[in-house]
């Protein structure tokens, strides 16, 4: 049966996706190749968030094509994802040698469109179209891709974006938001956790939306006709997401929960008060920020101010003293003065983020801050990111160092990326601890002893874990 090789860009509902999209392609008999030059299918599955991104799959799929059109004529050769979304047919006319190009609603028809491809049935294929109840069809996984058993699993409870911040380009590469049923995600859930997953990350775009679209439907649904989504029918008064946590909660056998990416103007006290409430629920918010000038949050569209955003860290960690708290931040959003970036280098200080993902502000075609005057000269942009990450890392570094001495429990993964022949485990805080382990910790929760801090990364002292 062909191999097909999967190419991820971006962020980690990509990954999600072509997790699922190579499950189902394992399903049909395909199989996984372990690189490209020994791939009869490649498929590169795209990001669109920055223009750097999209540079780099293009750039990739040039390269690939020069080489199968030379050395190997009957390698197929894909593009799926965000980029396959908003650029569709133009991507196919640019690069003819690209067979297929499959949006961001169309993953589960990978299989059905390579095998057309593959037996010549069809030349090339472009399908961004957009398909009523695509978001439920993210739902295949991959546990033991690499002999063993994974220990953590991503499961994609919606898809889409309403919110229309200005400089973003998801709301038109990923929809208008749809959620998944909570028996269906919970079935899910349940899946992995008896195949033993002990840790699920709830993803979507805005996760803090869950629900919220379906439960308004289905209230004009109430008002008129028609049946109320299974989403809505929980008697109380908790928002749908946190309807899900507790759904998920209940699961026997699942130790955490984490879930990414929620919008701070999302996070109500029943979120808030889950942290308390729930043991399941670990200690850990990526709240993206973007900006600390209210000028500028207004000008993004973000939705709340820096009084409020401050307001919800105080809460959190009233909450949870331990909280790890993470952030995106953009740099030379259009406007943006030097008084502008100066309050957002006060917030960060302020925060005392534990990790920041700091993004120069890339425009996006189509978006209302592309138009918007006062664009910031690149080398003001990454005068500012380094800047930025300087501040970032020094505060990072300060918060990794306090670890040191402390015991701290980790759910260990399986081996370190850089040095297999060492563990890796996560705190609840969701910090990466190394320590010298063996394959029969994998999936146990471990309690370490903190003996040294790199950059990001704690290492444990092996002669304190409990064997
Ligand atoms: N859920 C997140 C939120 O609350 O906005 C959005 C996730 S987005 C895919 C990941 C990050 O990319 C954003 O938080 C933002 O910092 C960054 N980003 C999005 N559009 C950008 C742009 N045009 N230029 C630079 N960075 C951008």
Redesign the pocket.
């Known amino acids: 049966m062909p191999g097909v090789f999967i190419k991820t860009y971006g962020?980690q509902m990509n990954e999600r996706d072509s997790e699922a999209v190579a499950a189902q392609l394992v399903a049909k008999g395909y199989t996984l190749a372990p690189s490209e030059a020994a791939a009869d299918v490649i498929l590169l599955n795209t990001c669109s968030?920055?223009d750097f991104a999209e540079q780099k799959a293009i750039g990739k799929m040039q390269n690939l094509a020069a080489d199968v059109r030379k050395n190997r004529p009957d390698v197929v050769l894909g593009f799926m994802g965000c980029m396959a979304q908003s650029r569709g047919q133009e991507l196919i006319d640019r690069l003819p040698d690209v067979d297929l190009v499959l949006g961001t609603q169309k993953f589960h028809h990978a299989a059905d469109y390579l095998d057309e491809i593959l037996a010549g049935c069809r030349d090339k294929i472009v399908d961004v179209a957009a398909e009523p109840g695509s978001e439920a069809t993210i739902r295949e996984h991959l546990l033991n891709g690499s002999g063993k058993k994974s220990i953590t699993a991503y499961v994609s409870i919606m898809q889409g974006c309403n919110?229309r911040?200005t400089?973003?380009?998801?709301p038109d590469t990923r929809g208008e938001e749809r959620s998944r049923s909570i028996p269906d995600i919970v079935a899910e859930c349940r899946q992995l956790v008896s195949q033993g997953v002990k840790e699920i990350t709830l993803l979507g775009?805005?996760v803090t939306s869950y629900g919220k679209r379906e439960k308004r439907d289905a209230w004009r649904v109430a008002c008129g006709t028609g049946d109320p989504s299974p989403v809505t029918r929980h008697p109380s008064r908790t928002s749908p997401f946190v309807q899900l946590l507790d759904a998920v909660h209940e699961i026997e056998g699942l130790e955490r929960i984490r879930f990414t990416?929620p919008?701070p103007k999302g996070y109500g006290d029943d979120l808030i008060q889950a942290y308390a409430r729930l043991p399941k629920l670990v200690e850990s918010a990526h709240l993206?920020v973007?900006s600390g000038s209210d000028r500028v949050l207004k000008l993004m569209h973000r939705g709340y101010t820096r009084e409020r955003f401050l307001g919800l860290v105080k809460k959190l960690r009233r909450a949870k003293s331990n909280i790890g708290i993470t952030t995106?931040?953009?740099v030379g959003f259009p406007g943006e003065t030097e008084d502008d970036f100066e309050q957002t280098l006060a917030l960060a200080r302020e925060v005392e983020f534990d990790n920041a993902?700091i993004?120069?502000?890339?425009q996006?075609r189509d978006?209302p801050a592309a138009e918007m005057p006062g664009q910031v000269p690149l080398k003001i942009r990454e005068e500012r990111n380094h800047r930025l990450l300087e501040t970032v890392n020094e505060i990072g570094k300060r918060k990794y160092d306090a670890f040191i001495g402390r015991r701290t429990q980790i759910l260990v993964e399986g081996p370190s990326k850089k040095n297999p022949a060492r563990m890796t485990g996560r705190t609840r805080c969701n910090k990466i601890v190394v320590f010298d382990g063996a394959e029969r910790h994998r999936g146990q929760l471990l309690d370490v002893k903190i003996t040294r801090a790199g950059s990001f990364t704690l290492y444990g002292d092996p002669a304190v874990v409990n064997l």
């Open positions: 962020c968030v920055r919110q911040c400089f973003c380009i998801v775009q805005i990416a919008h993206p973007q995106d931040i953009i993902y993004f120069k502000y890339s996006r978006t």
